[in-house]
């Protein structure tokens, strides 16, 4: 008898008396497949959860690494830290008190007398409170050419205390002289500590 018959004449009922070859075929197969369900089930999940795993050790490796670059260089930051400090305190200084901010505004107007300008409008606005200063505008409308407005801006500029001009807006002014005129209208904004009212 052929193997193939051994497998037609099986008793499903009875496999007890199944010949060997068969019963070990048939037990290859179950083993074969509990294997194959085992793997599907259990390995492929622990290889995601080992991927997962991976991943998560990577990018802890990479916040390590930050830190610990920044760890490296925290003298280096300490520092840099005490340099702003001492440079903001220097740009601190340079920002006029409530007593200096009248001689501040004389210094504005001779700067642009110096310069040759002639004015038509010099007004300081009011003062607008920052966060630990307070901005202080003045609208300044000046007759003159471009040099003399290239001086005036420059001089204002070189002042000991921190000066910015903003909104300039040159034109041309209908004059009968030989040289033309221009007019120039800007806002120049200084800056007081707010500390000092404290």
């Known amino acids: ?38 793997w599907k089930f259990d390995i492929v999940k622990q290889r995601e959860e080992l991927t997962g ?24 930051l300490k520092v840099q830290m005490k340099e702003m400090e001492q440079s903001f305190g220097d740009m601190v200084k340079q920002l006029p008190n409530q007593t200096e901010v009248a001689g501040l ?12 300008l002639e004015f038509k409008l010099f007004q300081p606005k009011k003062e607008a409170p920052k966060e630990f200063y307070a901005e202080l505008p003045i609208s300044i409308s000046v007759v003159g050419n471009y040099h003399q407005f290239g001086e005036f801006v420059s001089g ?41 009212e404290n």
């Open 105 to 116: 505004l004389i210094d504005i107007s001779q700067t642009g007398l110096a310069s040759g």
């Open 156 to 196: 204002i500029a070189s002042l000991p205390r921190i000066v910015t001009t903003h909104d300039i807006n040159i034109t041309a002014i209908n004059n009968e002289g030989a040289s033309p005129k221009l007019q120039m209208n800007a806002v120049a904004k200084t800056y007081r500590a707010l500390e000092e």
């Open 1 to 38: 008898m052929s193997f193939i018959d051994d497998i037609n004449n099986l008793d499903p009922n009875n496999p007890g008396v199944w010949p060997a070859p068969v019963k070990a075929v048939l037990f290859a197969v179950i083993f074969a497949a509990i294997l194959f369900a085992g």
């Open 53 to 76: 795993l991976e991943q998560k050790e990577k990018e802890q490796i990479q916040v390590l690494d930050v830190k610990q670059k920044k760890a490296a260089n925290l003298e280096a």
